[in-house]
Structures are given as structure tokens and as C-alpha cells.
């Protein structure tokens, strides 16, 4: 009945404001980039939520899958003196 | 041979997901889960979304009669969040691999289903007040909920949703507030919709738990995380002061304040009418599915537009 398939998705980054990161906000269906920046727009920036939006098509993400999730990160799982509190610092030193 | 391997590969991925349920892990779309929570999430998520879309059509009815352009430019204001709320909720659900388009189609040939409450006609301008007061109150109960369900895409639909809905809740209320505060007719008008949107609000936790056939697995699941009964009751228990601030009579004649389980009693609530607006035969379900099929035969020209212009860039 919708006589038509479907539109393409595209994914959805807002930035809050000046300055901070572009953050995923959700995806919107829209024919061109342009259509889906206005959807967009509408769908996730009603409350002043954005001051600079991102569309990306969805298929154009490339996504690391639940299933490895463990070899995957494993190189950073044993790395613990990449925090610095790792390292203990001699008893009086006030600030380093 | 091989099938009992994939069986019991699937027994030991079933007993992992629970697992992973238990300890209240979230569960994302690329996750495996049973074919199962699947269906049945997919059938209450598409359900929620179809809600938020028909519900946008009652309240429509009352756009061009709002009784200022503020309240005008506030319904308008509410009504586009519903669509919105729609659209979050159907993107949710794509993620368990069921096209939105399919999905509407499900909804324009009557297949699908959606919230009774919408099923009931919007007679007068108080109306809005009890709908956003009242409907969507529950809705908020519900969805609160539903915020920290096991489906992460659902659960986080929910969490923007919920943002938006304390605006439709206070904007009802303060309808019926100035209502009550108004001429004898104006406080028959908020007593009038009262009467009809309190019974069919509690309805839209659904069937009392002993006869909910659904919950046992989606309980079980953590989709749904309180019963109906649980839900409803607090609902009672919150709205009913509510209603008391400003002068509302609860059309209930049982309704009673027990000191002792600090909560509401009430009255039976009419399951007969409740399954009879279910089977299609609400005041209005069938000028529902015409006003959205009519909206959606109207709306073509458009897509057909956006389409044909995307179409002319790509080429050039
Ligand atoms: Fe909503
Ligand atoms: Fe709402």
C-alpha cells in the first residue's frame, strides 16, 4: 500500500554545542543527504538539542561485532600502567 | 547429525543469553537472541509505534479548534513529538530486521495492531486536557519502565521519549486546571472528559496479570520489568491527588485510599469493553485506519517529489 520501497537510512550525529563532539542521536529514512539532514533536523533537534548535525548513510558504517568483543580488545586488557594511577608516587609529595 | 549440533549449539547460545539477561547485561541488535524474544519484541515495539502515530489523529481533530493560538501552536507542538516518538520507536524495531515500510504497511491493511485508547472519539476541547493528563500519563508510567527494558535500541527509544512526554503530561493537566477554575460550564466540559478517559486509561495497561497471555516470557526477558496490575496501580496512586488538586471527581464510586497497603482500591474495570474495542468494534476504529490511510494516500506526492529530486541529483 506504501507503493514504494523503502528510503535509505541514514545515521544521525549532533553536536550539543560550540565546540564538543558529535555524538550518535539515532537514524532517519530520507531519498538524499539532504532530505536527511532536514529529517534529521526535525527528528532529533526540535529542543535545541544540535547546533551542527552529521548525516552518514548506515550502510557506510563499518561496526566491530558483539561476538569478538573479547580477542578484539584484548591487547588493551593487560595494559594497566597506561592509567596513571597505576603508579604509586613516594609518601609526601603533595601534587604531581 | 548436523542438526543435532545446531541444536545444541542453539540450546548453549539460549542458556547464554540468559545468562546474560540475568546478570542485566543489554542485549543489542547484533546480538543472538532467541527467534522468540525476536518476534515478540518485534510485535510490541511496531505495536507502540503504530500507537504513537494513530494517536496523533484524535488529538488532530482539535488543531483548527483550539481555543487560542497558544494552546494551537502547544497541540501542534505536542503531536509533531508523537511523530517523532513513532519514528524512534519503528527505527528500534528495524533493528530486529523488519523494514519500517513493511511495518506501516502492517498498520494501513488493518493487520496490525495499536493502542484501544485511540479508538475513542475526542468530543470536546477538554479532551486534550484528559489525554495529555491522562493517556499520556500512563503512557509515561509505562515507558518509564520500558526505559530500562533488555533490548538496548527499545530501551534507549524510551529514554528520549520520556524526555518529551512530562511537556504533554503538564500541558494536559494545566488544560483541565484552567478548566476547573473556570465557569460552571467549563468545569462540566473537564468533569465530562474525565468520566470518559479514566476507565479507558486504565485499560492501556493491558489485561489484568492473570489473564495476560504474553507476560510470563516478556517478563521473564526483562522487556517488560512490572506487571499490568503494578503498573496501573501507579498509575492510580499518583493521579488520583492529582485530579483531587483541582476539584476532579474519579468516576469510580469504589476508589478508596487503603492506609494500611498505602494505595488505591478501586473498581472493577469493564474487560468486556476493553476486548470488544480490541476486535475492531470501538466508536472509532474503523474512521482511525481511513484518517491514516487517507493521510498517507495524500502524502504520496511527496515521497514521489523527494524521490525524483534525489533521483535527478544522483544522475547529475
Ligand atoms: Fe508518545
Ligand atoms: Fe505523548
Redesign the pocket.
Known sequence: MSNQHQWPAWEVFTQKTDGEAHEHAGNVHAPDAEMALLNARDVYGRRQEAVNIWVVPSSAITASTPDDVGPFFDPANDKMYRWPNYFKTPDGIKQI | MNQQIIQEDDIRREEEFNARIAAGKTIEPKDWMPERYRRQLLRMMSQHAH??VV?MLPEGNWLTRAPSLMRKAVLLAKIQ??A???LYIYSGAETLGTDRSEMIDQLLSGKAKYSSIFNYPTLNWADMGAIGWLV?GA?IVN?TVLAKCSYGPYARAMVR?CK??NF?NKQGYQIMAVLMRGTKAQQEMAQDAMNRWWWPSLMMFGPPDKDSPNSGDLMRWKVKLQSNDDLRQRFIDRTVPQAEAIGLRIPDDKLKWNPQTRHYEFGEINWEEFNNVIRGNGPCNKLRLKQRRDAHAEGNWVREAAAAYAAKHARA
Request: net charge negative; hydrophobic share 15%; charged share 40%.
Open positions: 500507537s504513537e494517536g513529538d508523537e517523532g516518538h513513532g499520556d503512557a515507558q521519549i518529551e512526554e504533554h
